[in-house]
């Protein structure tokens, strides 16, 4: 789950994270409102940024400094309601719909400073490099030597020793040293503590003055553990997600959008990426996937089977299930309801094995419904691929 720069932050600020003064608006009243008390409080400039999931805002348009109160409500006024389009967001963008008001500062160096679990290592890697505010993959790609990676074994923490080696690594000043120990050192925790699968801070600043901020905060969670999570899984922002993506989450189904035209609904992620890997294979490739899981029921397999013919892009159906604690008689029940309550019109093809795979057949038949069976997965592979060029 992702979240916005100012919910980032705030959370970053309870684990003695220094960040600038900012504050979250959603009208032009409430933006001209932050920008007073933000000048009042010493400030020199504010900066506008749009909120939104995608990185790239700057060079979009969604990122404006204001020299003063009326000239920062009128940039929050214009952006507001903006479509923003950045490398991230494709070309239909994302409207804007939140702001954050902040203080500029005085900036002498931007910094990088990322988190993540390096599941080759199997441990947390703590990354740092002297370039940021560019896209980090393509320092990695270019200049990965320009990359410091620090790894942590989780049951000791970042040791302070590699906390002052990534400080001195940035090149900071000797008075820096210790207030960056601390500040790597709340962002460590800030990572561990939430179980995000990312924290990533680019740019991390030094100022004139010596004092050192995120700029920006890019926060990931792991969807598995939001249930030790509540104020954290509070902070979801459905309207930035994939619509069908969020009706998919409402039934416990796991979906992905992809570019294709194949539909796929599978049980088990493993089964999802042979499924895609046999599809490209035959020629097509995959609109989407679905994975029902392990347990899913009649009713959920329905749901499912309808958000798959949501996607407009979708030209033909590659059902593949391996029926264990997912009964395929259940499966097929499920399909044959959507079916029949969605009006189907699209091809589908069906791979089934497994616990009562003649029972599931067997309703699959007598359903009246023109369904396509494949034996095999190549076979069902070249089925549906054949199907989604036929109706293309």
């Not at 506008?48 to 940039?75: L, M, N, Y």
């Not at 507001?80 to 239909?92: R, V």
């Not at 719909?97 to 441990?123: F, N, S, W």
């Not at 030597?145 to 690594?169: N, V």
Request: aromatic share 6%; proline share 3%; net charge negative.
């Amino acid at each position: 789950m992702k979240i916005h720069e100012y919910q980032g932050k705030e959370i970053l600020k309870k684990y003695g994270v220094a960040v600038p003064r900012g504050m979250m608006v959603t009208t032009r009243e409430d933006a001209e409102a932050a920008a007073k008390e933000i000048f009042g409080a010493g400030a020199t400039g504010v900066v506008v940024k749009a909120q939104i999931h995608a990185g790239g805002r700057g060079k979009g348009g969604g990122v404006k400094i204001a020299k003063s109160v009326e000239e920062a409500a009128d940039i929050a006024a214009k952006m507001m309601g903006m479509t923003l389009i950045t490398h991230q967001t494709g070309p239909e963008g994302r409207v804007v719909h939140r702001l954050l008001i902040e203080e500029t500062l005085p900036i002498a160096k931007e910094l990088y400073l990322g988190i993540l679990v390096d599941r080759g290592e199997g441990k947390p890697v703590f990354m740092a490099s002297a370039a940021g505010g560019m896209d980090i993959e393509q320092v990695a790609a270019e200049r990965p030597d320009e990359i410091l990676k620090q790894y942590i074994d989780p049951g000791m923490g970042l040791e302070p020793f590699q906390a002052r080696k990534i400080a001195f690594a940035l090149g900071l000043n000797a008075s820096q040293i210790g207030p960056a120990v601390q500040f790597f050192t709340g962002l460590y925790r800030a990572f561990m503590e939430t179980d995000a699968s990312l924290v990533e801070i680019n740019p991390f600043v030094a100022c004139t003055d010596l004092r050192l901020f995120a700029l920006d905060a890019k926060l990931t969670f792991d969807d598995n553990a939001l249930f030790r999570h509540g104020d954290i899984h509070r902070l979801r922002d459905t309207s930035e997600e994939d619509p069908l993506e969020v009706e998919a989450s409402k039934y416990n189904l796991n979906y992905i959008k992809l570019e294709g035209s194949v539909g796929c609904m599978v049980n088990g992620a493993g089964l999802a990426m042979a499924t895609m890997d046999i599809i490209k294979y035959a020629g097509g490739q995959p609109a989407n996937f679905l994975d029902v899981g392990g347990g899913a029921n009649a009713e959920q397999v329905a749901h499912a089977f309808e958000i798959l013919l949501s996607d407009k892009s979708v030209r033909a159906v590659l059902i593949n299930i391996f029926g264990g604690i997912l009964r395929v008689d259940t499966l097929a029940a499920g399909v044959v309801e959507a079916a029949r309550k969605t009006n189907l019109q699209l091809p589908v093809v069906l791979r089934l094995e497994g616990t009562n795979v003649q029972e599931g057949k067997k309703i699959l038949m007598e359903s009246g419904l023109n369904f396509i069976v494949a034996e095999t997965m190549k076979d069902a592979a070249d089925k549906v691929v054949a199907a989604a060029k036929g109706a293309a």
